[in-house]
């Protein structure tokens, strides 16, 4: 059963356009939502996260929305660059879990020139 | 140093080999984690270890052994692995402070069982 649920799997922006991914979960114990980005080859590597006291968290061209009462939540990457081009991971965690990550399926994003 | 470090990038193993993952961290995190990712998938975790105790066993066949010798390294010995188990393995760590779960990753071992 797949706590966290990402959508699209994939996503074609031109450059200089908005990518928007988002996720929702179920679990209401979840505390932690971070994001990741990989790259073909490479690690997942943190991007930005977002705990559900605070409703938008901004990192340069990253924003996460979290909305708590929908327990929704979702990255906008703005001014998208082709170097965005990645599959990016929602994830959540809670306490008392040892840090285990839930993680959504992912997002294929390309960014065409 | 705010790296994982993963050796060997690349592995290419016969079903009845045995063969080890080495996992290394000097950000004096506390917890560190085996995940398993085949392509286009998530990462599926495998194993936790805090404070060099094995906290978390996500059912992982016993033809894979994680240990941990000390705080900075992690190890994943593997032994009569079949085709399927062929994936990329991650290393992680964090510091498990209340409320942060922020995960350093390492790039991976491309494992292949032939």
């Known amino acids: 059963q797949q706590q966290v649920k990402q959508s699209p799997q994939s996503l074609i922006v031109q450059k200089g356009g908005i990518s928007i991914i988002n996720c929702a979960y179920e679990?209401?114990?979840?505390?932690?939502f971070p994001w990741y980005q990989q790259f073909p080859g490479k690690g997942p590597a943190l991007l930005i996260a977002?705990?559900?006291?605070?409703s938008e968290k901004k990192e340069g061209r990253f924003t996460i929305s979290f909305n708590k009462s929908a327990k929704q939540f979702s990255l906008h990457i703005m001014d998208s660059q082709p170097g965005d081009s990645a599959t990016y991971f929602c994830a959540a965690s809670k306490q008392g879990s040892w840090g285990k990550l839930q993680f959504g399926a992912g997002t294929q994003v390309v960014v065409t020139p | 140093d705010t790296e994982v470090t993963q050796t060997p990038k690349h592995l290419v193993m016969g079903m009845t080999n045995k063969k080890s993952l080495k996992c290394e961290q000097h950000?004096?995190?506390?917890?560190m984690y085996w995940y398993k990712q085949k392509a286009k998938k998530p990462p599926e975790l495998m194993f936790v270890?805090?404070?060099?105790?094995?906290?978390i066993n996500e059912s992982v066949p016993s033809r894979f052994s994680p240990e941990c010798p000390n705080s900075s390294l992690l190890n994943l010995h593997l032994h009569a692995l079949q085709p399927e188990d062929s994936a990329l393995y991650l290393c992680a760590s964090s510091q498990p402070r209340e409320g942060n779960y922020g995960y350093t990753f390492g790039s991976g071992t491309r494992l292949t069982v032939v």
């Open positions: 950000m004096g995190h506390r917890a």
């Open positions: 977002i705990r559900p006291d605070v």
């Open positions: 270890y805090s404070y060099e105790k094995l906290s």
């Open positions: 679990n209401t114990a979840f505390d932690y």
